[in-house]
């Protein structure tokens, strides 16, 4: 039996946060090409201020839709404990609650340092737990700050413990910027794992240098089981400007399954959604399947 790995589905969030608004019409099509993926993980908004990423601003309406999609676990991203209160009351089962591993990066994200923000997890769990939801904290910048440069592995190892001992659900490692390479993917990851135990891993990479699914098929080899993708490589850094942003689902499903991974998302159907993707922003798209198809042909 082929070892599986699983795949978020991130366009609807990290895909959309730095696009122009589009109607919740247009996201909820783009939602029902993804869920024919068979994908079975979907990180579907962010409770954020609107003013920040007005993109998000009607992050309760489209979670009031998500009943919907019954085969489906969403979560949504969070940036406080308000945000986290938000995600509750609007019927979220699943939060991600991101602390970047750098000061800089953190004070312009969420006007907090790396510290601060980390402090605010124990809060975010109570609030969570309270009401049965599971809670997953991701390190933004774990590898690289596009302010402070190359990130202290001790830092991401820091935060690591902290979201252990206050007891989260899920930890994740997030490559921001896209300069991860394989080898430093390796290390940290083995550097983790004795920190978080059994806690899941999960890994968010981009593919703005070009080493977004090495890095991702690093991180599988070195153990983690968990991959956030977007259709169409949708998505990308404030930060960055100009460069693309999130692997492509489509391109990961390639990549595994052709390498004896098995996934719950289908590379065809992937293919079908980048296109509905493309076409709700009205841009291209990096993905690499969405131009060239998959090697084998009907």
């Known amino acids: 039996m082929s070892k599986k790995v699983a795949i978020r589905e991130v366009a609807l969030r990290d895909g959309l946060q730095i696009e ?28 954020v201020s609107p003013t920040k990423v007005p993109s998000m601003a009607d992050a309760a309406e489209l979670a009031a839709e998500l009943h919907n999609f019954p085969d489906i676990e969403f979560s949504a991203l969070v940036a406080s404990p ?13 939060i991600e609650y991101v602390v970047a591993a750098d000061d800089t990066f953190s004070l312009k994200n969420v006007g907090r340092t790396s510290t601060e923000a980390t402090s605010q997890i124990s809060e975010i769990v109570d609030i969570a737990h309270a009401s049965d939801v599971r809670v997953e904290v991701i390190v933004a910048t774990a590898w690289d700050s596009p302010f402070e ?12 413990a ?13 490559d921001t910027i896209g ?35 090495a890095s991702a098929y690093a991180a599988v080899i070195a153990g983690v089981t968990r991959l956030d993708a977007s259709v169409g490589g949708l998505g990308g850094c404030p930060f960055a400007p100009g460069a693309t942003g999130n692997i492509a689902t489509e391109d990961l499903v390639y990549l595994l399954t052709d390498s004896g991974y098995h996934v719950d998302v289908d590379l065809r159907a ?5 296109q509905v993707a ?21």
């Open 162 to 174: 902290a979201a252990r001992d206050q007891g989260v659900d899920r930890f994740s490692i997030a």
């Open 149 to 160: 440069g190359p990130t202290p592995s001790q830092r991401v190892l820091d935060i690591a």
């Open 82 to 94: 308000n945000g986290a209160k938000r995600a509750v009351v609007a019927g979220l089962r699943s």
């Open 179 to 213: 300069t991860a390479t394989p080898g430093r993917v390796s290390s940290l990851i083995s550097q983790l794992l004795p920190i978080i135990g059994d806690l899941p891993l999960g890994a968010h990479f981009h593919n703005t240098r070009g080493c977004g699914l």
């Open 278 to 298: 493309k076409e709700a922003v009205d841009h291209d798209l990096p993905s690499a399947l969405l131009r060239a198809g998959d090697r084998i042909r009907s």
């Open 270 to 274: 992937a293919i079908s959604a980048a």
């Open 20 to 47: 122009k608004p589009i109607p919740l019409s247009a996201k909820l099509e783009l939602l029902v090409a993804i869920a024919n993926t068979g994908v079975r993980e979907v990180e579907a908004t962010a409770f």
